[in-house]
Structures are given as structure tokens and as C-alpha cells.
């Protein structure tokens, strides 16, 4: 009486469908497991086959420790969903999620003279708690954590050290977008935007600050990757967090990579825009019709009848009987 499926903790049977009553509710832990039935719906487009000869090196052809075409996805990415600008000058660095990257920033902001005090690292409450157990448990000499920003509002530009701010927006747990609360030139802010994305929240500009931090565990739900990236303004700043992913791991896996990249693939298609170039063909939207190909007319979006738009966001099995009649179409052409 094995189950076909695996089932949810509080289900069992054959099926998944008998309802254990002795089970409690779990709503602990930070899975997105909710979006698993967009990956369930796209299993063949969202696979990688890795063999067994391919990246076995420490480093990419380049010498580099990233994937160059990954960092173009992400820079794709960000320009496509318009929640952070990265500009030519901006740098971006891969850590294992954004836990890795989180202390590496720590580590960049904090002062490389042991003649100058501590940074103090500080957070405002409700505020996730691995700043402040990742900053304790490495217990640098560098920084230390010193509880809330409340305690400094007031005073921080005159207290004689560096603060580093971490500002979550959304904030998790509360799901507030938030602001750097200190000010004055020692102060550095980590902006942590895990959640930064329109799948949680309304998106009110893109971000501009100096470090941003995002993950893939909350993007594509794939928490268990371990891939997350940040982007810089200061190449200072990038160099120390640079030299510490080296020291650390040197670099995120060259798997986690393949599949970071493979996953934004997915998540980059949205819809296709297509134009019919041949000025004869005239109203494109009758010709995809006529190949049995239903899409949305360009005149809808304000835009001339030679474009359409289509749907590649639905089922797996939707994509492959577009995919077929268009092939059909290109063929009788
Ligand atoms: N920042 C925030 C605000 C988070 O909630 C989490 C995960 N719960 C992380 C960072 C860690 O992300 P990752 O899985 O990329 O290490």
C-alpha cells in the first residue's frame, strides 16, 4: 500500500487524499513550495542533464569563477521585471543563496585596520534573524552585532565607527517595504530584496541602492540551488566581496549555476510578441487563427495588426501544440 505520489505530511493513502487528523498545521519553515506546480507544469523546458565530463575544472574557460551568460540573464532579468537598475558600471557576484552573501557584504563593509573599531551591524526589529546569528556565530574581530536601529536613530552619524545597516524590503516577517532607518556617512546598508519580486509584492520603482542582494529560493522557489547574486556599486566593495567567495568556496557550484541559468530561461519567456513581417500578409492575428493558432491581436495593446500576442506561460502541453502548428505553419511557408 505504497503511495504513487508523495504526499503532503498531513495526507496519505494511496492517492494523497486521506486527510490524517492527527497531523498539525506547518506553517514554520520558509519553502516556496508554492510555486512547484509552475515547475511541475514545465518539467521538460526546466531540466538539465548535466554529463559527466562537462565542467569538471574549478574555473570557466575565461578563468572566471561565474557564468558569463548567466550574469547576462540576471542583467535580462532585472531590466525585464524593472525592480533594480544595473547600469555599465555596476558589478554582480554570485554567492551560494544570499546567506553566503550576506556575511560577505558584512565582511566588505567592515573596517580591514585593527586600529579602527568594530562595525556594528544592526537590523530593525521584527527583522529576520540570520543577521544577527551569522554575524555572532563568526564572531569577527571586524564587526559586531549591536541589536536595533532604534537605539541609533538619533546619534549614529557621531558615533565613531561604521554602522551596517541590513534593510529587508518586504520585510520578512511582515512583508513591509522598508527604508534605511540611519544616516550619515559611516553608514553602509545591505539591502536584502529576497522578496523583491512582483510574485510578493507591488513593485513601486526598481532599486538603486549600493549593494542589493537577491536569491533564486525566492524568485523561482528553488531554495535548495543554493544560488543567489548581488549588485554593486562600488568596485571596493566588490573586490571584498570578491576576495571572500574565493577564500570561502571559491565561487557557487558549477551545477547550481547550470541550473540558475536553465530556470531563468524558463522564467524569461513570458509572452511572445510576434510580428508578421511581410507587409502583404496584412492582419496577422487571421493568419495564426487560420493555422489554428489562437493569440491575442496587437491592436488590443495599441499596436498595429501585423503583431500578436502569445501565450507561452500556460501548460507544457500547451507549449508543445503551439509549437507544433507553428512548425506546421513555417513549413507550409
Ligand atoms: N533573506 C531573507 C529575508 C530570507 O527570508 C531568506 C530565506 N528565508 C534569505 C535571505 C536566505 O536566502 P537563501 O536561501 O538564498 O540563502
Known amino acids: 500500500n505504497q503511495p504513487l505520489c508523495e504526499c503532503?505530511?498531513?495526507?496519505?493513502?494511496?492517492?494523497?487524499?486521506?486527510?490524517?487528523?492527527?497531523?498539525?498545521?506547518?506553517a514554520e519553515s520558509g519553502d516556496p513550495y508554492f510555486l512547484e506546480p509552475f515547475w511541475m507544469g514545465r518539467a521538460g523546458s526546466s531540466g538539465i542533464l548535466v554529463s559527466g565530463w562537462h565542467r569538471m575544472g574549478y574555473t570557466y574557460s575565461d578563468g572566471s569563477l561565474m557564468s558569463e551568460m548567466l550574469v547576462k540573464g540576471i542583467k535580462k532579468l532585472h531590466q525585464l521585471v524593472g525592480n533594480a537598475i544595473i547600469t555599465n558600471a555596476s558589478f554582480i557576484i554570485f554567492g551560494s543563496g544570499a546567506t553566503q552573501l550576506l556575511n560577505a557584504a558584512v565582511y566588505a563593509f567592515s573596517p580591514n585596520s585593527s586600529l579602527d573599531s568594530p562595525a556594528k551591524v544592526v537590523t530593525t526589529a521584527p527583522c529576520y534573524p540570520v543577521y544577527r546569528t551569522q554575524t555572532q556565530f563568526f564572531n569577527s574581530r571586524d564587526n559586531r552585532y549591536e541589536g536595533d536601529t532604534s537605539i541609533w536613530k538619533q546619534n549614529a552619524s557621531r558615533v565613531n565607527a561604521t554602522f551596517i545597516e541590513f534593510v529587508t524590503s518586504p520585510n520578512n516577517p511582515d512583508g513591509k517595504l522598508t527604508k534605511q532607518i540611519l544616516n550619515g556617512s559611516n553608514v553602509k546598508t545591505i539591502h536584502d530584496l529576497a522578496y523583491y519580486w512582483p510574485h510578493f509584492t507591488a513593485i513601486p520603482s526598481p532599486a538603486d541602492e549600493d549593494l542589493l542582494i537577491f536569491t533564486i529560493s525566492k524568485l523561482t522557489g528553488h531554495a535548495g540551488t543554493r544560488f543567489g547574486w548581488a549588485i554593486i556599486k562600488d568596485e571596493g566593495v566588490y573586490q571584498r566581496m570578491s576576495s571572500y567567495l574565493n577564500l570561502n568556496t571559491i565561487g557557487v557550484s558549477r551545477e547550481a549555476q547550470?541550473?540558475?541559468?536553465k530556470l531563468l530561461d524558463v522564467v524569461l519567456e513570458a509572452y511572445a510578441w510576434v510580428k508578421c513581417e511581410r507587409e502583404e500578409d496584412g492582419n496577422c492575428y487571421e493568419i495564426l487563427k487560420a493555422a489554428k493558432i489562437e493569440g491575442r491581436e496587437g491592436s488590443l495593446y495599441s499596436a498595429e495588426d501585423r503583431y500578436v500576442r502569445l501565450s507561452l506561460i500556460k501548460t507544457q502541453d500547451d507549449f508543445d501544440i503551439l509549437i507544433n502548428y507553428l512548425t506546421?505553419?513555417?513549413h507550409q511557408e
Open 258 to 261: 547550470l541550473r540558475a541559468l
Open 328 to 330: 506546421k505553419l513555417v
Open 8 to 26: 503532503n505530511t498531513c495526507y496519505g493513502g494511496p492517492n494523497c487524499s486521506l486527510f490524517l487528523s492527527n497531523c498539525s498545521a506547518d
